[in-house]
Nanobody, 114 residues
Framework: QVQLVESGGGLVQPGGSLRLSCAAS????????MSWYRQAPGKERELVAR????????HYADSVKGRFTISRDNAKNTLYLQMNSLKPDDTAVYYC???????WGQGTQVTVSS
């Protein structure tokens, strides 16, 4: 079965950094688009970043462009999100997503607060 297990979330001060990881299993990881989404209380889930399978082409939401970097290690079946210059508005549950049968992870909480 498909499994997506996020880790690396936590509490960080504004301006700080976190790196999220998503350990994937149960599908041919390297052949599928991977994404990070986030959802804050009272808001809809939104796409944060996406990484394709051809030349690791990436897409970012305007709100995070220049601050976040999505990457993947196909040898380790792992997706990453490097988050720099964090803002309070980045506070949300962050979800790993794969285009393989449209599967989601359980999410990891990121809280940006002083």
């Amino acid at each position: 079965q498909v499994q997506l297990v996020e880790s690396g979330g936590g509490l960080v001060q504004p301006g700080g950094s976190l790196r999220l990881s998503c350990a994937a299993s149960g599908f041919p990881f390297s052949q599928y688009v991977m994404s990070w989404y986030r959802q804050a209380p009272g808001k809809e889930r939104e796409l944060v970043a996406r990484i394709d399978t051809i030349n690791d082409n990436t897409h970012y939401a305007d709100s995070v462009k220049g601050r976040f970097t999505i990457s993947r290690d196909n040898a380790k079946n792992t997706l990453y999100l490097q988050m720099n210059s964090l803002k309070p508005d980045d506070t949300a549950v962050y979800y790993c997503h794969t285009s393989y049968n449209w599967n989601w992870g359980q999410g990891t909480q990121v809280t940006v607060s002083s």
